[in-house]
């Protein structure tokens, strides 16, 4: 599938966590190399043909932070953070930062790789492949091109707002999107932090998309930090 291609690097100082990646990562066909230190994944990241980076935020010595933000002065290559499980606040600002997602420890091989995926798949929409206009996810359609949604095969009838809310989430499925980028997307720079408008504005898309909006099958709640359209 050419998955095993990608030069994917690991930065972990704990050496348990980091073979378990490791070792999922080489069942799954994927090339990895790995760095326990900001200091050795920098020299990596400047010396190897990296393609996506795992990262642990809490490295012994620099803040994983740091090392989004200086990947991003030159790179678009995926980030999927790596974070325990008390870290919301340091999730949502990781992806404001540049990253594309994150795991929460611990997880399993399956929601590693899975995420992998995800990643790679918008790496190689960005890289020169025409977006799509068709998605679907279950029973859940979108046509960008006609602006056009429906569920079951049923029309349904959004508001230009919730059209666009879901369009973006569409377009980004499986990833997560933090409040903020959200709020940027749909209403636009400048229009502040205002996540009660986004909350109410989801509830009633949910309520359009959702059997029981109270236990979305679609729209997932990542708690502290946004929202995630499920990648089925
Ligand atoms: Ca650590």
Known sequence: MGEATHKI???????????FIGYALEQDGFCSLSANSGHSAM????????ELLLLDLGLPDCDGMEIIKRVREWSDMPIIVVS????????AAALDAGADDY????????????????AIRHLRRQSGEKPQA???????????????????????????????LLALLFKNCGKV???QYIIRE???????SDTQALRALMAALRRKIEKNPAK??????????????VDE
């Open 134 to 164: 068709v998605y679907q996810v279950g029973e859940l359609k979108i046509d960008m091109e006609k602006r056009l949604t429906y569920l079951q095969g049923e029309e349904l009838h959004l508001t230009p707002m919730e059209y666009n």
């Open 9 to 19: 690097l690991v930065v972990e100082d704990d050496r348990q966590i980091q073979s």
């Open 177 to 179: 999107l933090t409040t």
């Open 216 to 229: 979305p099958r679609y729209i997932v709640t990542e708690i502290g930090v946004g929202y995630r359209l």
């Open 186 to 192: 749909v209403w636009g720079v400048g229009y502040g």
């Open 84 to 91: 325990a499980r008390d870290q919301d606040r340091e999730k």
């Open 103 to 118: 795991l929460t420890k611990p997880f399993s091989a399956t929601e590693l790789l899975a995420r992998i995926r995800v």
């Open 43 to 50: 020299s990596l990241l400047i010396s190897e043909p990296i």
